[in-house]
């Protein structure tokens, strides 16, 4: 097997909290690694000087590859669409449903690639995908083949909707499935590719779509096949107030209970958005280790709100970090949704309830946000949740972290460029999150070059943009 040696870093952030006693963070360290796992990490003076392939990492933060738990990439056809740009979700979904309509398998598999080239030129190797619509003979099959060439570690979420507008659900007719097709299939793609050995790339999750679009049976057959395979189940929750009253209307309880009726917690299971999760919803989550893909740039963007993230993270529910679909976040940056991660957290704390003082002159006055100490997210909690979170999320025990006998999915990031004067002198951890977000110098998956000096290696990026831009008109009518 071939070797691959970073060589000599400015700083190789581990985040690995299994060793208390060892620094999580190297000052002018290596790493080698032997095939597609780290053989040895620590002070460059310590560490062979030759291998293979030799990265001169000077002057360069390395990280955990990036971990992306939520996402639609075929979404990346339908970005800035003038009809929906200002609608929050349920408008938004209603605008978009008939266009997606008109997917075909070669609008999957080069919106994949496009989707997964945004991904690794931010620094993430690892990334899941919730397709949940399957028009005109598309097959998650077409999405997994184009992660495999493009070389990204994969978990491909097979989506579904079963409920159209006729029986009250949200899609229109013309998008949903026959409920027993859809399990035979995800059978059919768990047994085809789902692989559980160390530094599987590819993972299959059974992931109908949400509570507005699927029955309660098939939530419950979902749940029950997924565990006779021993696999992940996944679906959105409590994403808005829209989302929140359809439950309790439709089933007369909260998103938390319905996942509980039905279920749909355990550390199995991870759900999207939770943005209107309640304490109870918390409090459930955290004892059964129930997951949460955390998305804000598309929770603002979809003005849906502010997920209690600090919360969760207290109460020790698992969270990881999504871009969430191409079409409500309008980009594909790991980095970025790291750093609005963070800065939605102190927004949030700032807006927290208005409260009434007594000022000096013995008037009562109301106080909106102010006097709270300093905020609690910081930029590492940030990155943690793009790493070891997503990780956790994922259920995956051999990436989001740096040691040795983990899998060899890096980021590097030059910290001599203009983003970054004057921050990483100070800080160069603090600087990933809270200067400009970089695009990846070098992105390794499985101890493959990925992406060299700002390039990605594995496909050809002008011809794939230009095809998918033509897609995207076609898919769209010219809009």
């Known amino acids: 097997m071939n070797t691959l040696l970073i060589h000599n870093a400015r700083c190789i952030a581990t985040f690995d909290h299994a060793s208390p006693q060892l620094a999580h963070e190297l000052?002018?360290?290596s790493i080698l690694v032997h095939g597609h796992r780290i053989e040895a990490i620590g002070p460059a003076a310590d560490l062979p000087q030759t291998a293979d392939e030799v990265i001169d990492a000077r002057g360069h933060l390395v990280t955990p590859g990036l971990i992306n738990t939520h996402h639609h990439?075929?979404?990346?056809?339908?970005?800035?669409?003038?009809?929906?740009q200002n609608a929050e979700l349920f408008g938004w979904l209603r605008g978009l449903y008939p266009i997606w309509a008109g997917l075909t398998p070669e609008m999957v598999r080069v919106s994949t690639q496009v989707a997964m080239a945004e991904l690794l030129l931010s620094g993430c190797t690892t990334s899941s995908d919730h397709l949940y619509i399957y028009p005109n003979g598309v097959?998650?099959?077409?999405?997994?083949?184009?992660?495999?060439?493009?070389?990204?570690?994969?978990?491909?979420?097979r989506g579904s909707m079963s409920v159209g507008q006729s029986q009250g659900g949200l899609p229109p007719d013309a998008v949903v499935e026959n409920e027993d097709f859809i399990l035979k299939d995800t059978q059919r793609l768990i047994e085809t590719w789902h692989d559980k050995a160390h530094g599987a790339m590819v993972n299959v999750a059974v992931a109908p779509c949400s509570p507005f679009s699927v029955s309660q049976d098939l939530m419950?057959?979902?749940?029950?096949?997924?565990r006779s395979y021993g696999v992940r189940l996944h679906t959105h929750l409590a994403e808005n107030d829209h989302d929140l009253a359809y439950t309790q209307e439709k089933f007369k309880c909260t998103p938390t209970?319905?996942?509980q009726d039905l279920g749909w917690l355990g550390a199995d299971v991870w759900h999207a958005h939770c943005v209107k999760l309640d304490v109870e919803g918390i409090s459930l989550f955290a004892a059964t280790r129930t997951g949460v893909a955390h998305c804000p740039c598309s929770n603002m963007r979809l003005s849906s709100g502010i997920a209690p993230i600090r919360q969760m993270l207290d109460a020790g529910v698992p969270v990881g970090l999504g871009v969430d679909g191409s079409a409500s976040n309008d980009a594909a940056h790991m980095v970025n949704e790291a750093r609005q991660a963070l800065l939605l957290a102190?927004?949030?704390?700032?807006?927290?309830?208005?409260?009434?003082?007594?000022?000096?002159?013995?008037?009562?006055?109301?106080?909106?946000?102010?006097?709270?100490?300093?905020?609690?997210?910081?930029?590492?909690?940030?990155?943690s949740m793009a790493t070891r979170g997503g990780a956790q999320v994922l259920g995956r025990s051999d990436i989001g972290h740096l040691a040795v006998g983990m899998c060899a999915d890096l980021?590097?990031?030059?910290?001599?460029?203009?983003a970054f004067a004057g921050g990483a002198v100070h800080d160069p951890v603090g600087a990933l999150v809270l200067c400009a977000s970089p695009q990846a110098a070098?992105?390794?998956v499985h101890g493959r070059v990925v992406v060299r000096q700002g390039q990605l290696t594995t496909v050809e990026l002008g011809p794939l943009i230009e095809r998918h831009n033509r897609l995207a008109l076609t898919l769209t009518g010219g809009v």
Do not use: H, W
């Open 73 to 84: 990439m075929t979404q990346s056809l339908t970005r800035a669409i003038p009809q929906v």
């Open 257 to 259: 209970q319905y996942a």
């Open 442 to 444: 070098y992105t390794v």
């Open 27 to 29: 000052r002018d360290a």
């Open 346 to 383: 102190r927004v949030g704390r700032a807006m927290q309830a208005p409260e009434v003082r007594t000022d000096a002159a013995g008037r009562k006055r109301t106080f909106f946000g102010c006097d709270l100490g300093p905020a609690e997210m910081t930029a590492r909690d940030a990155l």
């Open 411 to 418: 980021a590097l990031f030059n910290l001599n460029t203009l």
């Open 220 to 226: 419950r057959q979902s749940a029950l096949l997924a």
């Open 139 to 157: 097959r998650l099959d077409d999405s997994i083949e184009a992660a495999q060439q493009i070389g990204m570690r994969f978990v491909a979420s």
